[in-house]
């Protein structure tokens, strides 16, 4: 079955501090897209990245880095020098690829709250 | 560029009646999801609607239906509304029905049920 566990509930930072956000998947397919989405106050869910299960390679875009390693079914996501506009709340996703049948439903994890303070 | 947008942005209503959410996608897109997002939850997957079917559902009771129109808007209803119903109902879409596409969200409809 699939599932996506995110084991932070809620991390608080001081500005500046680096911050890891954890995710963990299951799935049983071999093709499957993970992503991250940011939640602010406003709801609205903000795509942060695509990853493809066959990419490997982390990802830095500025002050966020992705790290997915398949052995350990993990997707990871650090900020450096966090901000408080970084106060958020983070979801991981996973979704899978049936071939013809697909459908992009994603499947989300339970949310990480980070909360930035100055 | 117009994002994707949701109407009406909170709405109230008594356990037993119906309700019905409304959502544009984003230009050119024309696949559209709802999902439900419980307070302090991750959001749930009710289904999906390309070309004006549907595509996939999730584990929802059929009170939640929907329909997709020539326009690639589309519209969620729920009968019977339950107070397990009160939730940020999210729509995103996308370009087609890949699970690699990027879905884009729109901001929401929050739906209480007293």
């Known amino acids: 079955a699939q599932k996506v566990t995110q084991a932070q509930t809620e991390i608080s930072v001081v500005e500046k501090e680096d911050v890891t956000l954890d995710c963990v998947y299951e799935?049983?397919?071999?093709?499957?897209?993970l992503f991250w989405y940011k939640q602010p106050p406003s709801g609205e869910l903000v795509f942060l990245i695509r990853?493809?299960?066959?990419?490997?390679q982390n990802e830095i875009s500025g002050r966020y880095s992705w790290n997915f390693q398949k052995s350990t079914s993990s997707f990871n996501f650090t900020i450096t020098a966090s901000q408080v506009v970084d106060s958020a709340v983070y979801f991981c996703?996973?979704?899978?690829?049936?071939?013809?049948?697909?459908?992009?439903?994603?499947?989300f994890g339970q949310g990480t709250t980070l909360q930035v303070k100055p | 560029d117009a994002g994707v947008t949701q109407s009406p942005t909170h709405l109230i209503k008594t356990r037993g009646q119906q309700v019905t959410l409304r959502c544009s996608p984003k230009?050119?897109?024309?696949?559209v999801s709802w999902y439900q997002q419980a307070l302090g939850q991750g959001p749930q997957f009710i289904f999906q609607?390309?070309?004006?079917?549907?595509?996939q559902r999730g584990n929802f009771p059929d009170r939640f239906s929907g329909h997709q129109f020539p326009n690639y808007s589309s519209e969620l209803n729920v009968n019977a509304l339950l107070l397990g119903d009160s939730a940020l109902y999210l729509c995103?879409?996308?370009?087609?029905?890949?699970?690699?596409?990027?879905?884009?969200f729109g901001p929401g409809t929050r739906l209480t049920v007293l």
């Open positions: 995103a879409s996308s370009i087609g029905a890949s699970g690699y596409n990027e879905q884009f």
């Open positions: 609607y390309y070309e004006e079917e549907e595509r």
């Open positions: 799935t049983r397919d071999t093709t499957y897209y």
């Open positions: 990853r493809n299960s066959f990419d490997e």
């Open positions: 996703a996973l979704s899978e690829d049936h071939g013809s049948g697909n459908t992009g439903k994603l499947i």
């Open positions: 230009s050119g897109h024309d696949t």
